[in-house]
């Protein structure tokens, strides 16, 4: 069983700059590709970011290239968002989800190649 904890989120004006972390417990050390997504109410759960095992490999949504930054640190078993620039319409709860292997079920945009998601973090932004 693995644990995803989400921190990090909070209050930020627009234009201002957040940085999410997550971490994923696990007994013994296993790759996880790891992806942030986002929900607003009434609306389906939408890609943000994902990152390899490795972190050789990065993807984002449109919507974020160039102000979101994903990283990880293995040896923490951990993933960041780092967000700058933030836009009310990036307002939303914001989750962490892990792929063990095998990998490449699904793309890394789709939610169900994720087995292990965390609670998710509010992230609100005030215009």
């Known amino acids: 069983q693995v644990h995803v904890v989400e921190s990090g989120g909070g209050l930020v004006q627009a234009g201002g700059s957040l940085r999410l972390s997550c971490a994923a417990s696990?007994?013994?050390?296993?790759?996880?590709?790891m992806g942030w997504f986002r929900q607003t109410p009434g609306k389906e759960r939408e890609f943000v970011s994902a990152i390899r095992w490795s972190g050789g490999d990065t993807y984002y949504a449109d919507s974020v290239k160039g102000r979101f930054t994903i990283s990880r640190d293995n040896d923490k078993n951990s993933a960041y968002l780092e967000m700058h620039s933030l836009k009310p319409s990036d307002t939303a709860v914001y989750y962490c989800?892990?792929?063990?292997?095998?990998?490449?079920?699904?793309?890394?945009?789709?939610?169900?190649?994720?087995?292990?998601w965390g609670q998710g973090t509010q992230v609100t932004v005030s215009s």
């Open positions: 989800a892990a792929d063990p292997p095998p990998f490449d079920r699904y793309p890394a945009g789709d939610p169900r190649k994720y087995d292990y």
């Open positions: 696990t007994r013994a050390f296993i790759p996880y590709d």
